[in-house]
């Protein structure tokens, strides 16, 4: 048994739950091994209050002999030393003995804890079979033992307090049992105890907190109340839930600081507020630092202790949960925020104390990181560490200044006191890093103590940095580093060191539009390389601060003559110094006059640059030149048709334009180059269709550039562009002796357009004596094009559409081009009698020039033969343009017979004009082409001009038994308002014939999309021709126009077989005994067909047939059939009816008939159609691939032949779709057929009649059907 008579350390990895024992310390003696490793074997799950989490947890104990000492006293909140469980162990089996002695004892026991409130207790029996045997006599059973303890110390609340343990000693399943029993009995009694007074103290620690308020509150005391719920959450091995408390005490004391600052003050404060006499740093290898720990408690620690303390412990614990990383990270947010707080409370510190606190508290942090990692967790992970070496690196630098370690001269005496003061307040050396070597002491002490030794470690410390820093990406932050090691050399004269850290780091500065920064680093470049004698790197960088708009005049001003002096020397003509043009001046606009950027060859162009010079003061410049470069395949050089026309460059170009104090380019290199995008298209070769499209990048080297590893020649990151030569050739725009004034100068130029092709701007160089300022690249691309056209002759509609059959005024353009048009020279149009050319005296041609300027104004000549016309064209510049008007007229085609071998002026053969449909319009389109020869070419030109017919028209026959009607239907189509006069019809064969007109209006108005209907009696004196060749004729005119203006429209038909044949009457008979038709009843219908004249020869030829026995007739088919279903035909509704070929000749026929419906009901329709029997000649080719029924054919002639019922014909199809369809007569056999009878020849007399129908029955709803 371990007895522990002193007071227990605070170190709380070794403390354990202290666990209380009393009675046979012998026997627990033999047990304790057993009992001390076996309990932590198992976890328990706790169960805390306020909804936290459950954990698992191993619980150890501690156990110490029972003193009424270790029991707590009021008052006293120590948790550490509280004992959690109190256990009497006894093996008493003998009643003697019990009642002698051990109930004595443990009734003293159990009466001290009552008397201090320790409800925590358990008493175990141990029964042994030794025991047994040695008071075999006088034992009573384990029940009777545990029966009396139960009633003399237990009641039914605590029933469960006594535990038998039997044989603990033996190796069998009974101890076993009774062994895990008994463990579980602890743990449990033990985390009962544990929650209960946890429970209570965080009670008592939120009733402490929430005083806070009131006064003589000290922070310090409720700092040690809740740092000892720490402990016990680190002895239960619960490291988050002690670093909880810890984190709440920090940001506790944090937000009294704060409100501290805002000028809420609390007393306890005050003690924080002393004058700091130590600055040692960080100690982190104790896992409690009990000097400053005792400090807090007294009272008496300053600020810096307090942090110190609170970090470390917040470390150990960190580390114990495997997050060492995260104590960088806090380890740095401490650093800065102590150097806050300090400021905020007003503390008074030595000046360079903190730097030296900072430093060792880095340093102390990454050792300590050192000793629980391994190299290779440190390489990977860096960027956590790299922010304590960069602060320690900063503060070292700042001690060096404040020491005089960095300066040429040395240290003086008064920064020899100096350093000695700092290293006072260092104190000793603590005992756990007196043996190392490397430890932050040893290293501060030994900096501080040469200029030597300051540089190598300032230069060790920087370097590591750095590296570290770009290994993980982050460039900013080591050229940071590598800028205040620049000035660290420059303070030791190195510039040529200096420079290559100022370079980096202005590329930084640069790419991020950090404009004060830039400025400030070019300033230290400058210096740099003026001591290096760089004098070209020295010009640019003089140029660039010469214009940055972050110095005063009187900087600049100094800068600019800085490279006037160098420009003035003229001591090395050879040698000339480039610098960028960005630095000198800025290319804001471009502007071409004219602004199509586009002119013919020899024509004038000017290019209108707008320079903002960037410098202080007006500078002359003996030379301004603008390189170019000629593209001649791009060149112009073909004719271009109208709907192609020329690709036109931007006459006026805005180049964009970086923020004046980053300097001339830090928006373009923050934001890069912009894309320079062209169209791609894929085509297939075959049809020329589309098969793809995309864009592509034509400036992918500048966008796709890296921009943190180099830059552009042109840019001013460099230190100066390579040469480029300037060649003095005729493709140049150059201007002499130009003087720039601070900001916008307009400065124009003459652009060469001698040769066609394409011209674009690529450089641009200003000549300053020795200085030359060069722009390589003038983005975005600026060009113009020289081109050489073809003539053009063009020839288009006026006005559209072209109507057919009026004068209409036709425009012909000429684009003269590069042909100079000359007196003589003349069109020559071919002649045709389909558009012939109108006369006009007053024709005049304007002649403009290619900006649409009116030059002058000439009258044509036009001369006309029989196949020519010649127009004389009036001398006209090249690049002009040449307009004037025609009248032509064409003539709507009638049908006349077309004349045989007509040929163009070119040779060809001239197709006459056909109409046709058009699909934009309803009108009838009709292309005529015209041959035009040229001066300027020895091809003709064809043109076409697409006319319109305006009129539609349409005829008919109509009949009144013999007498005859001729309807023409004239039809406007076009969007013009037509006047139409003297409208006739005539005939041109037949002179006894006369058609009568029975229209009564001699002039009518036709509006647009409206119809005209004309009509006409035919009459004549012996028969009616069998074919009519008719004409229809009309004049035309646009209203208000005189009657000279009329046109002539013609229209040609013929008309056959329009003699009245036969003639049809119907008679419907009621039934039998009734006055009237009704509805339901059977009624007769009796048709009449009566021949009206003789037959024709032809007619005889083909209709009839020739009978031994009997006179020539004629078979007629009819049909009677109701469409409107308002008759039902009963019985035979059609059949065959032989006629006499003899004039008068007539047949009866007598349907049955049934109304359906009452009312005045239209005849049912009766058809009549022509028979033609399988042995008439057959119009169309028979078709070798059809077939026939043969059973079909023989039926149709029976049928027909007896005059029998037409039922079974009914029944295989209609009457029509047996004769009437071409399937019958292209089958592969000759069939009979019918044939309907053209308009005209059959009237039928009841066509529009009606009869009266009464219903079945007198209802009281009549139906009336009405048509």
Same mark, same amino acid.
């Given at each position: ?44 799950? *706790? ?41 009497? *162990? ?95 009995? /602890? ?29 003589? *509150?000290? !922070?310090?005391?409720? !700092? ?114 102590? &150097? ?15 730097? +030296? *606190? ?43 200044? /404040?020491?005089? /370690? ?95 850290? /100022? ?24 210096? +740099? ?30 800068? +600019? ?13 050879? $040698?000339? &110094? ?21 002119? $013919? ?116 990151? =460099? ?15 150059? &201007? ?106 007053? =024709? ?123 309807? &023409? ?57 069998? =074919? ?59 048709? +009449? ?126 009457? $029509? ?51």
């Amino acid at each position: 048994m371990e007895c522990q008579e002193e007071k227990p350390i605070i170190y709380t990895m070794e403390n354990k739950p202290i666990v209380t024992c009393a009675g046979d310390q012998a026997l627990f003696t033999s047990l304790y091994t057993s009992l001390a490793q076996q309990l932590p074997r198992e976890p328990m799950e *706790w169960r805390r209050t306020y909804g936290r989490a459950p954990k698992m947890i191993h619980l150890e104990a501690n156990f110490v002999q029972f003193k009424e000492e270790l029991l707590p006293k009021e008052g006293n909140k120590a948790l550490l030393t509280f004992p959690f469980l109190h256990i009497y *162990w006894t093996d008493c089996c003998d009643t003697e003995a019990y009642k002698s002695t051990v109930k004595e004892d443990m009734t003293r026991w159990h009466n001290s804890l009552r008397a201090h409130s320790s409800a925590d207790w358990v008493i175990i029996v141990v029964e042994t079979n030794d025991t047994k045997k040695k008071n075999k006599t006088n034992i009573l059973p384990r029940s009777s033992i545990m029966d009396k303890i139960r009633s003399d110390f237990c009641n039914k609340q605590n029933d469960s307090r006594c535990v038998v343990l039997s044989d603990p000693l033996k190796d069998s399943s009974r101890s076993q049992e009774s062994w895990n029993a008994l463990l579980l009995k /602890l743990r449990t009694l033990l985390l009962m105890s544990f929650t209960k007074n946890l429970g209570r103290f965080e009670d008592d620690m939120r009733t402490l907190r929430e005083k806070r308020t009131q006064p003589g *509150w000290s !922070f310090c005391e409720y !700092f040690m109340v809740q740092e000892e719920l720490a402990f016990v959450f680190e002895m239960l091995q619960q490291f988050e839930d002690a670093l909880v408390q810890y984190d709440e005490l920090d940001a506790l004391f944090t937000q009294y600081v704060l409100n501290f600052g805002a000028g809420d003050t609390a007393n306890w404060l005050g003690s924080f507020c002393a004058p700091v006499r130590s600055w040692s740093g960080l100690l982190l290898r104790r896992p409690i630092d009990m000097e400053k720990r005792d400090g807090i408690q007294r009272g008496e620690a300053s600020l810096l202790d307090l942090r110190s303390y609170l970090f470390s412990r917040q470390c150990t614990l960190l580390i114990f949960l495997l997050r060492p990383w995260e104590v960088t990270q806090r380890a740095l947010e401490l650093l800065h925020n102590c &150097v806050q707080e300090l400021r905020l409370l007003e503390v008074s510190v030595l000046e360079g104390a903190l730097d +030296c *606190w900072v430093f060792l508290s880095c340093l102390e942090v990454l050792h300590r990181i050192e000793g629980c990692c391994d190299p290779a967790q440190l390489a990977a992970n860096c960027s956590h560490t790299v922010g304590l070496w960069a602060y320690a690196t900063d503060k070292l630098k700042s001690l060096g200044e /404040l020491c005089g /370690l960095v300066s040429e001269k040395g240290p003086t005496s008064e920064d020899l006191n100096r350093t000695v003061d700092l290293l006072a307040g260092l104190g000793d050396e603590r005992p756990e890093t007196v043996s190392s070597l490397q430890s932050p002491y040893k290293k501060l002490k030994e900096a501080l103590s040469s200029v030597e030794a300051f540089e190598r470690h300032y230069l060790e410390l920087s370097h590591a940095a750095m590296e570290m820093y770009r290994a993980i990406g982050r460039l900013r932050s080591a050229r940071l580093l590598g800028k205040s090691l620049a000035e660290f050399y420059m303070r030791k004269g190195d510039p040529e060191q200096a420079e290559t850290f /100022l370079q980096e780091a202005l590329k930084s500065y640069t790419s991020e539009g950090w404009s004060l920064p830039v400025t400030h680093t070019r300033k230290q470049i400058a210096e +740099c390389q003026k001591l290096l004698g760089r004098t070209e790197a020295y010009l640019q960088t003089s140029a660039l601060l010469a214009g940055d708009g972050n110095l005063t005049t009187e900087e600049r001003k100094h800068f +600019c003559q800085e490279i006037l002096t160098f420009a003035a020397k003229s001591d090395d003509q050879s $040698h000339k &110094v480039t610098l960028s043009m960005a630095v000198f001046s800025q290319l804001t606009r471009l502007q071409f006059r004219p602004a199509t950027a586009s002119v $013919h060859s020899g024509a004038a162009l000017e290019a209108e640059l707008t320079l903002r010079c960037l410098m202080p003061v007006s500078v002359r410049i003996q030379q301004l030149a603008v390189s170019i470069h000629f593209d001649l395949e791009r060149a112009g050089t073909n004719g271009r048709s109208k709907g192609a026309p020329r690709q036109t460059n931007p006459g006026t170009v805005e180049f964009s334009q970086a923020h004046p104090s980053a300097g001339p380019a830090a928006s373009l290199a923050a934001a890069g180059p912009p894309l320079e995008l062209d169209e791609i298209q894929d085509r297939s070769p075959s049809d020329n269709s589309l098969n793809s499209t995309g864009v592509v990048c034509k400036n992918t080297h500048l966008v796709m550039r890296r921009h943190d590893t180099g830059s552009p020649p042109d840019t001013p990151n =460099c230190v100066s562009p390579p040469a480029l030569a300037v060649k003095d050739g005729a493709q140049m725009l150059k &201007v002499q002796d130009v003087t720039l004034a601070p900001g916008n100068n307009s400065i124009v130029f003459t652009a060469p357009s001698g040769q066609p092709g394409t011209y674009t701007l690529r450089q641009l160089y200003a000549t300053v004596g020795q200085v030359q300022f060069v722009l390589p690249h003038i983005y975005p691309s600026v060009q113009y094009e020289v081109y050489s056209q073809e003539p053009q002759l063009t020839v288009e509609p006026f006005s559209e559409p072209l109507l057919a059959g009026l004068p209409q005024t036709v425009k012909f353009t000429l684009l003269t081009g590069h042909y100079a048009v000359k007196k003589g020279d003349a069109l020559q149009l071919s002649n045709t009698d389909t558009m012939p050319i109108l006369p006009n005296a007053g =024709c005049t041609a304007r002649i403009t020039s290619a900006a649409a300027e009116l030059v002058g104004e000439s009258a044509l000549s036009i001369q006309s033969s029989e196949k020519v016309t010649s127009i004389s064209l009036p001398a006209t510049p090249p690049y002009h343009t040449l307009e004037f008007h025609l009248e032509v007229l064409c003539v709507i085609p009638h049908g006349p017979d077309r004349p045989a071998n007509e040929r163009l002026t070119n040779g060809e053969v001239r197709h006459r004009p056909r109409s046709y449909s058009h699909p934009d319009t309803p009108m009838t389109a009709i292309d005529q082409r015209m041959s035009i020869d040229c001066p300027w070419s020895i091809y003709s030109t064809l043109l076409a001009l697409t006319f319109y017919i305006p009129f539609k028209t349409k005829h008919s026959v109509l009949s009144a038994g013999n007498r005859k009607y001729i309807q &023409v239907c004239l039809q406007n189509m076009s969007d013009v308002n037509f006047t139409l006069a003297q409208v006739q019809l005539t005939e041109k064969q037949h002179e006894s014939l006369q058609l009568q007109s029975l229209n009564t209006k001699t002039q009518q108005l036709l509006c647009s999309k409206h119809s005209l209907f004309c009509l006409w009696e035919v009459r004549w004196k012996d028969d009616l021709p069998s =074919c009519l060749q008719c004409v229809f004729s009309a004049n035309f005119s646009p209203p208000k126009q005189d009657a000279s203006a009329l046109e002539p429209f013609h229209y040609q038909f013929q008309l056959e077989r329009v003699t009245t044949l036969y003639s049809v009457r119907a008679e419907i008979l009621p039934p039998a005994g009734e006055q009237h038709c009704r509805c339901g009843l059977l009624s007769g219908l009796e048709v +009449c067909i009566t021949r009206l004249t003789e037959p024709a020869e032809g007619e005889a030829a083909e209709d009839s047939k020739t009978e031994t026995d009997g006179p020539k007739s004629t078979k007629l088919m009819y049909e009677v059939a109701d469409s409107s279903s308002n008759w039902a035909v009963c019985g035979r509704s059609s059949g065959m009816v032989s006629m006499p070929m003899a004039a008068d000749a007539a047949h009866k026929v007598r349907i049955e008939v049934m109304p359906l419906f009452a009312g005045h009901l239209p005849f049912p329709k009766i058809k009549v159609l022509k028979y033609l029997p399988h042995t008439a000649p057959v119009a169309i080719q028979p078709d070798p691939d059809s077939c026939v029924e043969n059973d079909s054919l023989s039926l149709l002639d029976k049928a027909l032949d007896d005059q029998g019922d037409t039922a079974s014909i009914r029944s295989r199809g209609s009457v $029509h779709s047996v004769g009437s369809g071409d399937q019958q007569q292209q089958r592969g056999v000759a069939m009979p057929r019918l044939e309907p009878f053209d308009a005209g020849q059959v009237f039928n007399h009841s066509h529009t009649q009606q009869v009266l129908v009464l219903p079945a029955t007198d209802d009281h709803i009549m139906e009336v059907n009405a048509t």
